[in-house]
DNA sequence: TACGGCCATTGATAATTATCAATAGATAAC
DNA sequence: GTTATCTATTGATAATTATCAATGGCCGTA
């Protein structure tokens, strides 16, 4: 389940992509050396909610669910997506010393694993990826809470339809898609019972909004799931 | 409602408490002419949603509520309150051109206001300020994403227990307090409806919980209501 | 193959929350 | 000081969501 990173530079990371453009040659080299690739299969846990957060990570391929446990006897909380755009792992917390949430692949993913202290030092020694970097963690910070704050003010057909939309717009770029979690996942998502959404994904079906088969979806109805998605 | 900032150093404001301390002479002398204190009466606008986002802005006194509005037919939703402990400012994102939410007063306060530009070079040219920065900010938006998770799981009573619970707890330190935001306020920070929000004080008022005089609340039994916090 | 466990689905019913309506009280505006 | 506006409150009812129950399908494993 675990391989070290095949190349010093990891072009195709976001965190690559968006952050290592401002290292130089030397910090590149020194970074490499306390960074590594992992590779997760479907429904294997990359970190876990309580456990000591000395690692970011960025997700390098795949999709992951961001999931938290309040209490035993409630259902664990999910929290969001995130794909390799998201630069995930700032979702948990720099300032504290255990992770807040779990994060579990929910499709084959390959994470990037950087020591959280290489991290920091960067941030104290080099002024542009500092900034850069904060940038990055306030537009994660904002999507997430974002997203959180939408969906609060929707119901239960609101809210299925968001998160449809979600995974066509923001996730697989189609109107037709293989949805990557379950009915249940999508309940612990938007905060409701899977029988309820199993009854409107009938519903909508029935309404022909979407054609479902197992868990393949199409939006079929746009304007009207879009609606649904801003009034339901 | 303005007045400009009556002594270069605000040393009480949370901004210089947790952060000007990692600054130098000179960088403390040139912040000061880019940041000014203004004071803000009770139910006034610091910053508009929307508007250009040019200033980052921290509680120096006082209390002030963050709201948002995404639909002219919903009523705003109000995310959060902030006290000068929150350091405040780190909500609204430094990578947005524009404010994402607005913030009022819900008591008189003052208000440090910082040119976002100044900040931005501070980050890029100071690394020990930079990692705190960052740490702060990751502790701001770990608590509001917490708080809105933490109620999103809780119904009607368990919400409107934990909003009082937050008032006695991390606001006024005192199981007896004012409570600085209207009951349709507090409705809106917990997504349900004033008469609701009304229905269960009283409820709580009969079951000697809490006692009500006005906008005065005194909690009786902190066993039961920290039981409907966690459970209701 | 058979079994247990989990997911998906539907129906019936209970619990929760919203909506509508009416009134009293407080506050601001004139 | 009167009027208009907003908040607070309570009741009655409607809409939404959860819970309970039952079934069939799928998958992994003994």
Redesign the pocket.
């Known amino acids: 389940m675990s391989q070290s990173c095949p190349s010093p530079h990891c072009h195709h990371c976001g965190f690559s992509k968006n952050l290592l453009t401002y290292l130089s040659a030397d910090e590149k080299l020194s970074l490499s050396l306390q960074k590594s690739m992992r590779s997760f299969s479907k429904g294997s846990t990359i970190v876990k909610q309580g456990e000591a957060n000395n690692q970011l990570f960025f997700i390098r391929m795949g999709l992951v669910k961001i999931l938290r446990q309040t209490n035993e006897n409630r259902r664990p909380q999910i929290i969001g997506i995130a794909s390799p755009r998201d630069m995930l792992g700032l979702i948990n917390p720099v300032a504290s010393d255990e992770y807040s949430y779990t994060v579990e692949a929910i499709e084959p993913s390959e994470i990037c694993m950087v020591e959280l202290e290489a991290v920091k030092n960067l941030l104290q020694t080099n002024g542009e990826f500092a900034l850069r970097f904060i940038e990055m963690y306030s537009k994660v910070s904002e999507g997430i809470l974002g997203m959180r704050l939408d969906l609060n003010q929707?119901?239960?057909?609101?809210?299925v339809a968001y998160v449809l939309c979600y995974f066509a717009q923001t996730i697989y770029y189609s109107n037709k898609f293989t949805?990557p979690?379950?009915?249940?996942?999508?309940?612990d998502l938007i905060?409701?019972?899977?029988?309820?959404?199993?009854?409107?994904?009938?519903?909508m079906?029935l309404e022909k909004v979407i054609s479902?088969e197992?868990?393949t979806i199409e939006i079929l109805n746009r304007d009207k799931i879009r609606w649904y998605k801003l009034n339901?």
């Open positions: 929707l119901q239960l057909r609101g809210r949805l979690i379950s009915r249940r996942e999508i309940a905060g409701m019972r899977v029988e309820n959404v199993v009854r409107i994904l009938s519903e079906r479902i197992g868990s339901g």
